[in-house]
């Protein structure tokens, strides 16, 4: 009976173990078990006693099952690790430690097992086991040693890599003293100190480019990194990274070199050049757009669109452009456009819009060219201008030559038949007659050669210049040279021009021109009214616009308008109309790069407007 209450007790104690501890018989039968063994494997506990642990654990390996037999033959095994899937098939490590277990005889009666769960260890040991295969091959592919320096024992460990990235044998001792001796003069001693000194003082990691020569007389650069250790506190050392990153640096010189000869010659092109993003905002222009834009540097002008930079209805076609470039892939080559900036000024450009595509084959941005051709235009403009005048100019002779030819031959013939009547006639007083008539033909002659020779001196003559001339000191003269003309014609002259117009033209043209008009508007007056002359100016176009407006008789300029200002045209009855007159006049205005448009309406009168060139 003591006995049987002896074992009780055992076993009651045994149950109560903190640690997982199971009691095995020499077939392996459990005999005894503590609740933490019996729990930690999700074992029966009313079915566990007397079950052996091949059939508990389904399987034991030969290694597990060795280190039970030596148990029995009295040998105690070391600890080993054994891999279990649990009832909810997640993998599980546990540790086994065998003992023999001795009756009170010193006889082996069994195996006591002590076992504790080492899953999340193992767990942890297999990450960092993968984490230092993987570190050891991003090291090699990467080309990143490590380094560690002990402040306590002043020593300082190389890695095999940080060795082969500075070509040092790997039998090779490094320290700080000889560590300094690799970088390059200007890096050595104070830098490499400073950044140490940082670490240590911060806490923080610091890195940064070095250049250095290896052993073997290599030109490198690394990256080097390192961050201090403490212990309670006190700074111990520092443990780093050092990466051979000379390829890195050499492909940023070059990408660098690139940019710098790309942007050389972006801005040094005869072009406006610029990148515009989805938006149609700028990120990158050259120094030609900045100076049309006129900003310093590109920084003012990235991230703007074109309506913070130009005219509202500009941008907008601008950005519609861009949308048909962007979304339609199809660029646009040598387009003429205009640009006004929000000064108002105007530029004409030969522009060219083309989509940059993404690897995907849709659009990430636009890359723009614009060629001023302001002044191309302008010389087209001056071309266009010539070859009209030319044009003109050739009329004129074609008509002048006409007129001439015209003239001559009809005083010619007029002589001549005069003359023949002279020779024929006998008798005196006839004669007489016939010599007065040739006098007057005489003097029509010469009348006709100076009206031509005056028409010619206007057309070739390009030696007088234009001067600005006061206008009202002009208009003043001639009235007082008109003084007793307008008097006799009760004409009165009403001056609406401002004080401050001052015209180019060639002073003896102006004068002649303003003469012309005045005299005109009273020789062709309505006889039923006084004549009034009213002088108006405005400006437009580069243009003084002179207007002479008058009461008289009018002109049908349906009927007229093309021959206006022929040469011996006359549109009235009036005897002293020779038709000379606006024909030197218009000749005078074009030869100053003006032109004459005129108003008329039969009955109510005339009103030409003369336009003065302010430019040239």
Excluded at 348 to 373: C, E, N, W
Excluded at 397 to 418: E, G, P, Q, Y
Excluded at 479 to 496: D, G, V, Y
Aim: some cysteine; proline content about 2%; hydrophobic content about 35%.
């Amino acid at each position: 009976m003591l006995r049987e209450t002896q074992v009780q007790t055992n076993n009651y104690l045994i149950k109560q173990l903190p640690g997982a501890t199971a009691f095995v018989n020499t077939k392996f039968e459990v005999v005894h078990a503590s609740d933490k063994w019996v729990s930690s494997f999700d074992f029966n506990p009313s079915t566990v006693y007397g079950k052996t642990l091949h059939k508990l654990f389904k399987s034991v390996n030969q290694n597990w099952q060795n280190a039970l037999d030596d148990c029995l033959l009295g040998k105690c095994s070391e600890a080993h690790i054994e891999r279990l899937i649990d009832k909810d098939k997640n993998e599980r490590w546990y540790e086994w430690t065998n003992i023999p277990w001795y009756d009170d005889k010193e006889n082996i009666i069994g195996v006591i097992l002590s076992t504790k769960d080492v899953s999340e260890r193992i767990q942890n040991e297999l990450k960092l086991e993968k984490l230092e295969v993987l570190f050891k091959e991003k090291s090699e592919i990467g080309k990143i040693g490590h380094w560690e320096y002990d402040a306590e024992k002043n020593e300082l460990l190389w890695c095999n890599i940080t060795k082969a990235i500075h070509e040092v044998p790997m039998d090779y001792v490094p320290s700080m003293l000889n560590g300094h001796n690799f970088y390059k003069e200007g890096y050595r001693g104070e830098t490499i100190a400073n950044m140490v000194r940082k670490a240590v003082s911060t806490g923080q990691q610091v890195s940064g480019k070095i250049p250095l020569v290896t052993a073997k007389g290599k030109d490198i650069w690394i990256l080097a990194a390192g961050q201090p250790i403490r212990k309670n506190g006190v700074f111990i050392g520092l443990i780093g990274t050092c990466q051979d990153i000379t390829d890195i640096v050499k492909a940023e010189t070059k990408t660098k070199e690139s940019e710098e000869l790309l942007r050389t010659v972006l801005d040094n092109l005869p072009l406006n050049v610029y990148i515009k993003d989805l938006e149609s905002r700028k990120i990158l222009v050259n120094r030609s757009e900045c100076q049309y834009l006129g900003v310093k540097n590109e920084e003012e002008l990235l991230g703007k669109s074109d309506f913070d930079l130009y005219d509202e209805k500009i941008a907008q076609i601008s950005r519609n452009e861009d949308l048909k470039v962007l979304n339609t892939l199809v660029p646009i080559i040598g387009k003429e456009t205009v640009n006004i900036t929000k000064n108002g000024k105007a530029t004409h450009f030969l522009t060219s819009k083309i989509p940059l595509k993404g690897l995907d084959g849709k659009a990430t941005a636009l890359v723009g060219f614009s060629l001023d051709i302001s002044k191309l235009k302008q010389k087209e403009e001056e071309l266009r201008d010539l070859i009209n005048v030319t044009s003109l100019q050739n009329k004129k002779l074609i008509n002048f030559a006409h007129i001439v030819s015209h003239n001559l031959r009809s005083h010619t013939a007029n002589f001549s038949m005069l003359l023949d009547f002279l020779v024929n006639e006998k008798d005196e007083e006839e004669k007489y007659k016939i010599v007065n008539m040739l006098t007057d033909a005489s003097d029509n002659l010469l009348e006709t050669l100076d009206n031509l020779n005056e028409v010619v001196a206007i057309n070739t003559n390009i030696n007088l210049g234009k001067q600005p001339l006061h206008l009202n000191s002009k208009l003043e003269a001639v009235r007082q040279n008109l003084m007793a003309f307008l008097k006799n014609n009760s004409a009165t002259i009403i001056n609406k021009v401002p004080d401050d117009v001052y015209i180019r033209a060639i002073p003896a043209y102006l004068e002649s021109i303003l003469m012309n008009f005045i005299t005109n508007a009273v020789k062709y007056k309505d006889p039923n009214r006084a004549p009034i002359i009213t002088l108006t100016t405005k400006r437009s176009q580069g243009y003084i616009i002179l207007s002479i407006a008058d009461n008289g008789l009018g002109i049908d300029l349906k009927k007229y308008g093309s021959k206006l200002f022929g040469m011996y045209k006359t549109f009235h009855n009036n005897t002293d109309a020779r038709g000379i007159g606006l024909y030197i006049t218009n000749n005078q205005v074009e030869a100053m790069n003006g032109k004459i448009i005129t108003n008329s309406e039969v009955g109510k009168g005339t009103t030409f407007n003369i336009y003065f060139n302010e430019k040239n």
